[in-house]
């Protein structure tokens, strides 16, 4: 297929655009220095130009706590800029896959968030993305929804990166063990958008690496077989602008059953990644 990427400057874009070219994909990647996506005529010029068969809208506004003191920002890209994407798609008949996130839940239920669980966003961020998530559904038939979490991978500031160099610096690690998650390599979720674009099977999807842990368990993982220590605290000692979701699994059962495969365990996934690191 030919694939319009936007984002492609972010994090997962960097992994996604070589991931799907390896599959014989030809990706056009736009960053915001191509596109200003808040713009419609530019989106609605930009489109029939590249003419692609499929648009991975992963262009996103995703700085969590800053959104909170500028929702005005936040809404703009996630919501309007969405919005944009998704009328110029549909106005030329193009399927679109939207990367959401797991900030859409409120994180009270103690199992794992299913496609069909409704949404309650704690955040400007993730109401943002719900807005992003409705255009979708509101202008399109043919689109995939992906929610993912906790995202780490090459090209882009991230956890991992960031309790090594703490490590390194031998500063106290105090790290959050009361929020419930699934650490996701952007690597590994390049891998299931390849399998699912290749389905047609349009809809609502979750897509993280599996299992479950905590921040704090997360962090201990990552500097296993090193000399570190890392301290559990409450999230009411570590205050942050954004409210998180405590529980943020995501049930993957959807995706597992189109895409014809299992997840790639989190922890196989961060050594995949550390590895990467060693060898560099």
């Not at 674009?197 to 296993?224: K, M, P, Q, S």
Request: hydrophobic share 35%; aromatic share 8%; net charge negative.
């Amino acid at each position: 297929m030919k694939v319009l990427l936007t984002g492609a400057g972010g994090m997962l874009g960097k992994a996604l655009a070589p991931c799907l070219e390896e599959r014989g994909h030809s990706v056009k990647g736009i960053d915001k220095d191509d596109l200003d996506i808040t713009n419609y005529q530019h989106v609605d010029e930009m489109l029939p130009y590249t003419n692609p068969d499929l648009v991975i809208h992963a262009a996103a506004y995703t700085n969590v706590d800053q959104a909170e003191s500028e929702p005005e920002a936040a809404f703009l890209t996630n919501g309007y800029g969405t919005e944009n994407i998704v009328v110029a798609c549909a106005k030329l008949d193009i399927p679109l896959l939207y990367l959401s996130t797991d900030y859409v839940f409120d994180g009270q239920q103690n199992h794992p968030y299913s496609t069909w669980d409704p949404c309650n966003p704690l955040s400007i961020y993730g109401k943002s993305k719900l807005a992003g998530e409705k255009a979708v559904r509101r202008h399109l038939t043919k689109f995939y929804i992906v929610r993912t979490s906790w995202l780490y991978g090459p090209n882009g500031r991230n956890f991992v990166n960031t309790i090594q160099e703490l490590a390194r610096q031998n500063k106290p690690l105090r790290v959050v063990s009361d929020q419930w998650g699934s650490p996701t390599c952007t690597l590994s979720l390049a891998e299931c958008l390849a399998g699912l674009i290749a389905t047609e099977r349009w809809g609502i999807y979750h897509a993280t690496d599996g299992g479950v842990t905590n921040w704090c368990g997360f962090a201990r993982e990552i500097l296993r077989g090193t000399a570190a220590e890392v301290q559990p605290i409450a999230t009411k000692e570590f205050p942050r602008p954004a409210t998180r979701p405590k529980y943020s699994v995501l049930d993957k059962t959807t995706l597992i059953h189109t895409i014809g495969r299992d997840v790639v365990p989190w922890e196989e996934s961060l050594r995949n990644y550390l590895d990467l690191g060693s060898l560099s």
